[in-house]
C-alpha cells in the first residue's frame, strides 16, 4: 500500500465528483467533519437567496409564500429517508438538546408508573445534562442508571421508562446496535431513545426497522448544515398522539394562526415544534441535506469503511512505537466515520497536525477524533495525513512549547 | 396638514439617513416591521463574512476564533443597554417561548409555596401556550389566572408566584406599565416577567429602574434581525445563582469543555443557555441590533410618537365614516409603535392594501396592525398609506372577490 494506490482508489470513487461541491480551504485536510461539516459551495447561493430575495423582497409575506413556516415539515421529510423514517415523523426544529428534552419528557409521560432512565455516562454530556434538568424539573424521583456498553442489557427491568443512547459514541466512534437494544428496551417494558449525531448522514439508519420510539440528530456535522443548524426528532407514527412535549409554543399549536388564548396540540409531527425557527440557518441546512440524499447513504457508508479502515491500518503499520491507541472498534461493522487514537500528548499532537494543515479534535483528557466525511475526504487525504502524524511523532515536533498551549477546544 | 406638511417633518428628521440602510422593495410601503423587520443592507455582507470566511476559512475553529462560542453573551451584552439591563444580565438564544420557558420555570422555583400565574388572556398566545405547557409538565397545581388591563391589581394576592405580561400589547400596542405593574407584582410577593417583543429597540425600557425580575424578547421585529433570529432572555443580576432553569444543555455548563458526566451550571447568565446555537441567524441578528443603538431608542421613540400620531390622526380626520375603530391607545405615552385599527372587513380591507403596495397585517377576528418602525419609515409614507386606505374605502375596492380569500397569515 502505498500513495499511488490511493491515488488509484480516488480514481475508482463513485462519490468522488462531490469534493467540488464543497468549499475546502487550500492545503487543509479536515477531519473535524464529525464536528462542524465544511460548507457545500451552494450554501452560499441559498443564503442570498433568502436574504435578498425571500427577506428582503418578500419580507413577512415570506413566512407563505416562501414556505418559511413549513421548513421544518417540509426539511423533516427529506431527513426521513436518510434515517428509515417516513414522511411525517421528523421535523428539523431548535437545537438537538432542547429536541432530546421534548422526546424524552414524552417517553417518561408515557411510562407513568416507571421511574428509571438509562444511558451510558459517557454519552457526549449535553444528553445527560438534558436529562439531569428534565427529571429535577419533574420533580417526581425519577433517576438516571448509568451504564456503558456492554452492560447495557443487564439495566434494563421493569423500572426502566426509557433506554437513551447515542447510536455512534461521539468519542469512540463504536456503533450500538439499533434493533437489539431497542428490541430488548420494549421486551423490558421500556422505550428507545436514539441520539443520531453521530450517524445520520453518514450511516444507515433504519429507525422504522428497528422500531425505533423517538430521535433526535443534529445536521451539522455529516449533513453539513451549517453551524448550529437546527436539529431534527423523530417521532414513531405509532406514537402520534399519545407523545406529548411540554414546550407547547404556537408552532406546534392545531390552529397557530387562529390567536386562541389556550393550547391545542397539532396532529402529527408539528405538535413537537414550539416557537419560530432561525430561517437563514434553516434554509441553508437544505443544501447539504440534499447532497446526502444525492449521494445515497449506502454509498457514503462504502467509502466511509474504505476511510476509516485505510486511517487505521496506515496508523497502526506506519505509527507503531510512538504510544498510539486506536479506541475505535476494529471490526469496521462496529466503526461510525471516525477514528479515535488516544496519546497522553493528544493535545499537542493535535495542534502540531493543525500547524501542517491536517484538521482533527481534541477531547479531554487524551482522545484525537479524525472524522471522515465520505463527501469530500480522498483516500490521498488520509495517506498525506498519516505521512503528517509520523512527522509529527517521529521528529518529536509535537514538543513544542507552543502546541501545549491550552485554548478552548470544541 | 398635508403631504408637503409630511415632506418637511421628513427634512427635520435626525433618523432619516437610515432608511438607505435597509434594503426596501420599490413601491411598497411596509408596516409589518412589528412582524418581521426589513433587511439592513448589512446583513448581506454579515451573512457572506460568516459563510464564506468564518465557516468556510475557518470551519471548526471559528467556535472560538470567530467569537461563535461567545455570541449568545456578546450579543446580550449588546441588548443591554437597549432594555435598561446591565453588561452580563442577558443573553441571545433559542425562540422567544423557549426563553419564557425557562425563565417562568426559574421564577415558579422561586416562589415555591405559590401556585398563581398571572397573565393577560390576550396575551400574544405562545405564551400562554408555553406557561400552560410549562404548569402541566410540573403537575404541581400550578394555575393561570387571567385578566385582562386595567384589572391586572385585583389578582395580586399571596398565592401569586409570578406575573407575565407582554409589555407592549402585540395587537393594541398599549404599553404597561412596568414600574408600576412590577411594584405591585413585588408588594404581593411575586415575581416580575416581561415579554418585550413589541418594545426592544422601539421604546425606552428599563428593566433595572423598573426592578424588573426577568424578561425576555425577539430580534426580528424593531431590531430588524430578520426571520426567526434568536431571542433574548434578561435575569436580574440579583437572582443569578438562585434562578435556574430546566433545559441544562451543555452551552450552560460551568465547564463545557470538559465533558463531565454531570451537569454544574454555569456561574451567572450563560446558566440560561442550553444548545448551539444557529449560529448564521445569531450572527446577522448583531447587525441590526447595531443600528438600533447607534441611533439611540430615545431618538427612534420621539419619531414613533410622531408617526403613530400622525397615522391616527389622518385616520380620524380623513377614514371617519367608513366604521372603522382605532383600538390603540390615543394617548402616545400609552401606545406602542402601532396603530391597530379594527374592522368587519379588516381582512378584505389589509388585502386590498397590500395589493396597492401598503403592507400591514391583520389578526383575527378583525384587527388591522400598523406598525411603524422609525428606522425606515417617513412621515410622506403615513400619508400615501393613509391615502390609499381612503381609496380602499371610498371606492369599495376592498369588496372584490379576490381580497376575501383566505391565506395562512403570519
Redesign the interface.
Known amino acids: 500500500m502505498n500513495r499511488a494506490d490511493c491515488e488509484r482508489m480516488d480514481r475508482d470513487d463513485p462519490l468522488a465528483g462531490f469534493r467540488d461541491e464543497f468549499?475546502l480551504?487550500a492545503d487543509?485536510i479536515?477531519f473535524?467533519g464529525n464536528?462542524?461539516g465544511?460548507?457545500p459551495r451552494a450554501?452560499?447561493d441559498r443564503?442570498?437567496e433568502?436574504?435578498?430575495r425571500?427577506?428582503?423582497?418578500g419580507?413577512?409575506?415570506?413566512?407563505?409564500a416562501a414556505g418559511?413556516?413549513d421548513l421544518p415539515v417540509n426539511l423533516g421529510n427529506r431527513i426521513a429517508p436518510l434515517v428509515g423514517a417516513a414522511a411525517g415523523e421528523v421535523v428539523v426544529t431548535?437545537?438537538?438538546?432542547?429536541d432530546l428534552?421534548k422526546v424524552v419528557?414524552a417517553a417518561l409521560a408515557m411510562r407513568p408508573d416507571r421511574r428509571v432512565i438509562v444511558m451510558e455516562?459517557?454519552n457526549f454530556?449535553?444528553d445527560?445534562?438534558?436529562i439531569?434538568?428534565?427529571i429535577?424539573?419533574?420533580?417526581?424521583g425519577h433517576t438516571i442508571r448509568?451504564l456503558e456498553y456492554p452492560d447495557l442489557d443487564r439495566a434494563l427491568d421493569g423500572s426502566v421508562a426509557a433506554v437513551c443512547v447515542n447510536h455512534v459514541h461521539y468519542r469512540t466512534g463504536r456503533i450500538h446496535d439499533m434493533a437489539a437494544v431497542t428490541r430488548r428496551a420494549h421486551e423490558a417494558g421500556a422505550l428507545a431513545v436514539w441520539d443520531l449525531c453521530h450517524s445520520a448522514g453518514v450511516l444507515p439508519v433504519d429507525l422504522e426497522a428497528a422500531l425505533a420510539d423517538f430521535a433526535v440528530g443534529?445536521t451539522?456535522k455529516y449533513l453539513n448544515g451549517?453551524?448550529?443548524?437546527?436539529?431534527f426528532l423523530f417521532v414513531a407514527r405509532r406514537h402520534h398522539g399519545e407523545a406529548r412535549?411540554?414546550?407547547?409554543?404556537?408552532w406546534?399549536?392545531a390552529r397557530p394562526?387562529?390567536?386562541?388564548?389556550?393550547?391545542r396540540p397539532a396532529a402529527g409531527i408539528r405538535q413537537m415544534l414550539?416557537?419560530?425557527?432561525?430561517?437563514?440557518?434553516?434554509a441553508?441546512a437544505a443544501v447539504g441535506i440534499e447532497m446526502v440524499a444525492r449521494a445515497g447513504v449506502d454509498r457514503i457508508r462504502s467509502k466511509s469503511v474504505q476511510l476509516t479502515t485505510l486511517f487505521s491500518e496506515l496508523v497502526s503499520i506506519r505509527c507503531g512505537g510512538y504510544g498510539l491507541r486506536v479506541i475505535s472498534p476494529a471490526d469496521a461493522a462496529q466503526r461510525g466515520s471516525q477514528i479515535a487514537i488516544e496519546h497522553a500528548n493528544g493535545y499537542e499532537i493535535i495542534q502540531a497536525l493543525a500547524s501542517r494543515g491536517v484538521?482533527g479534535?481534541f477531547?479531554?483528557p487524551e482522545c484525537m477524533r479524525f472524522g471522515l466525511s465520505p463527501l469530500f475526504l480522498r483516500h490521498v487525504d488520509v495517506w498525506d495525513a498519516v505521512d503528517r502524524l509520523l512527522e509529527v511523532l517521529s521528529t518529536d515536533a509535537w514538543r513544542d512549547p507552543r502546541y501545549a498551549v491550552r485554548?478552548?477546544?470544541?
Chains 1, 2 share one sequence.
Open positions: 468549499v480551504p487543509m479536515y473535524a464536528s462542524l465544511p460548507p450554501a452560499h443564503a442570498l433568502v436574504l435578498d425571500e427577506w428582503g423582497e419580507l413577512v409575506s415570506s413566512w407563505n418559511w413556516f431548535d437545537s438537538t438538546g432542547i428534552y419528557h455516562g459517557s454530556p449535553t445527560n445534562y438534558m439531569q434538568g428534565l429535577a424539573a419533574l420533580g417526581r448509568f443534529c451539522y451549517g453551524p448550529g443548524s437546527p436539529a412535549q411540554p414546550l407547547t409554543g404556537w406546534g399549536h394562526f387562529a390567536f386562541d388564548r389556550d393550547y414550539s416557537g419560530t425557527q432561525p430561517i437563514l440557518s434553516l441553508v484538521v479534535d477531547r479531554s485554548k478552548t477546544v470544541t
